[in-house]
């Protein structure tokens, strides 16, 4: 089945800096669109950053030129470089993975990342 492992979550103080990895299992990972979203406590889910089978990204606004998506097919793992951060990037990140013609989705347990000084 399919498995969706992040880590390099952590405490890191405002203008850090993060990798997150996200390693991929039980599925033919070039052929998925790959994503990382975060949740804050108390709000909703919010789509961070997306990456397609062919490597085009989109980011969110609050993210761009600050974070940047990458996958690496070889290694079936997808990386989230997060830089400048901010304390209101503070979140539980979520990897995803989505099969584009079916559009069968699957989420990763988290990984949690606080910015603070």
């Known amino acids: 089945q399919v498995q969706l492992v992040e880590s390099g979550g952590g405490l890191v103080q405002p203008g850090g800096s993060l990798r997150l990895s996200c390693a991929a299992s039980?599925?033919?990972?070039?052929?998925?669109?790959m994503g990382w979203y975060r949740q804050a406590p108390g709000k909703q889910r919010e789509l961070v950053t997306t990456?397609?089978?062919?490597?085009?990204?989109n980011y969110a606004d609050s993210v761009k030129g600050r974070f940047t998506i990458s996958r690496d097919n070889a290694k079936n793992t997808v990386y989230l470089q997060m830089n400048s951060l901010k304390p209101e990037d503070t979140a539980v990140y979520v990897c995803?993975?989505?099969?584009?013609?079916?559009?069968?989705?699957?989420w990763g347990q988290g990984t949690q990342v606080t910015v603070s000084s």
């Open positions: 990456i397609s089978r062919s490597s085009s990204t």
């Open positions: 995803n993975a989505v099969f584009p013609i079916s559009q069968s989705t699957y």
């Open positions: 039980g599925m033919i990972f070039k052929i998925y669109d």
